[in-house]
């Protein structure tokens, strides 16, 4: 069942003016008294005052451990939007001199149930009301889902979209009015979640940050299996680990200099040719060469997924610049990263061999059978026209989500929208060289995408470019433009390469 969200609030909100009325404003009185909320489908659990600065209980402090936290109140819910549906998420309200008036939702990674407390500790910071939930589940086993697929329907669309529309009305209740913005922010899996809200849920949010989405999530694990299997469906393929750095610096080598910078990037992955068969062996295999066989299995990984038979392409390949990362989803693996999504999800048998995969026939069944945990559709016309803006970003090194798969999505967004020129007005992609998945990398991979969405939503100015800084020791030691795709960021020709004011935003196409 999907609840929208005019006709949800016309059937709670009455059933909330007793509160109401007694909270004229948070602070005046106890958190602990929205407990007494009452919303349909959904029990206020537990409600918490923490001190500012202080340890939360349950909580690390991770990557927002060096932020100065305000007081804030800590609402836990639990939501049963649909039978064998059990969506558990936290509200954080921040007191009312420090609350700047919006809400942000907060996205999760992979198929974990883990809220992303980190994010939530940043958003509390900048003064928002935020939340975030376990998409219905716990842990990050995909078993959870063996005879429950109510569960994958909360996991792909239904608990983000169940948490911000319940979460509004803790966020009414407590301050007794509606945040004047609503944005939500994720990557990877959060990416994928608001693309998801974007599509689905046009009115949840009025601008959402997209970055490096797994939105294709089917045709995402395609590749996965594509890439493990060139490397080990023969054994001669195999592909050590310790041969990934000579890749990724031959690869760095010979396309480096194609942005007019020589600067350890690759601006513009998708026209790199590099092939990796100038690194075939003369003599003894070493780590210092490719065998015949890596070099094949090197190629159909960089040329992605296809259909043997029709020659389809299923899903982009993986980009010169990524292979540091090839590690952690296919290089050095005994199976393909996710084959429990294959076993429990898709083929419901745990001991289904990834060596048997049809590209044809499996491949069309899977898109087909899965379809409802994708936001691929290209279609945002009523966000657009519930004058909602969407940053979406990618690194041009992700080793995870394959940036051409990004730029896919994004340009297949243009066409059915009517143009660049009209997509543009509410929807920009912005490319990042050298930054690995939602982070790191050797390039400058630190930029405000929040709060370049929401200058864009609440003052009208569309982003031209956002500055991006590199840090080494906490220094930072390098700053970039990043340009609305597919516009590129080209160095003047005079100072200091890693000075941003030394660069324009340029179309490569142009030169």
Known sequence: MIRHPFSFRQTVIPACLGLLAAMSAFGEVPCEKLTALTIAGATVTSATSVAAGAPIPGVGRGRGGTLKLPEFCRVAVVSKPAPDSEVHFEVWLPGIEAWNGKFEG?????????????????????????????????????????????????????????????????????????????????????GHQALMEAERFPSDYDGIVAGDPGNNRVRLNIGFLWSWLALYKDPAGALPTSKLPLINKAAIAACDAMDGVKDGLIAEPLRCKFDPATLLCKGAESDACLTAPQVSAVQKIYAGAKNPRTGEQLFAGWVRGSELGWGGYFVGHAEPARVDFWRYWVFGDP????????????????????????????????????????????????????PGDVVRYYEAAQQFMGGAAKTQDFF???????????????????????????????????????????????????????CPYPLVAHWKGTGSTDEAGQFVCFSAASR
């Open 351 to 402: 001991a289904w061999d990834p060596r048997s995969f049809d590209f044809d026939h499996d491949a069309a069944w899977a898109v087909s059978a899965m379809r409802a945990i994708d936001s691929a559709s290209p279609d945002l016309k009523a966000f657009q026209a519930n004058k909602g803006k969407l940053v979406m970003y990618s690194g041009w090194a992700d080793p995870v989500v394959p």
């Open 428 to 482: 920009r992609l912005f490319m990042v060289p050298g930054m690995g998945h939602c982070s790191g990398g050797p390039g400058p991979a630190t930029f405000d995408a929040l709060g370049t969405l929401d200058t864009w939503v609440t003052k009208g100015v569309a982003p031209d470019k956002m500055i991006a800084s590199h840090s080494t020791n906490g220094a930072v030691d390098r700053t970039r433009p990043l």
């Open 106 to 190: 907060t996205g999760n990674g992979g198929y974990s149930g883990a809220l992303d407390y980190a994010a939530m500790q940043r958003a509390l910071a900048n003064g928002y009301a935020t939340a975030g939930s376990d998409t219905g589940h716990s842990g990050d086993d995909l078993r959870f889902a063996v005879g429950h697929p109510a569960k994958i329907d909360d996991w792909g669309w239904r608990a983000v979209h169940v948490m911000s529309e319940d979460a509004k009305l803790v966020v009414h209740a407590a301050y007794g009015r509606f945040a004047d913005h609503s944005y939500f922010e994720g990557c990877s899996t959060g």
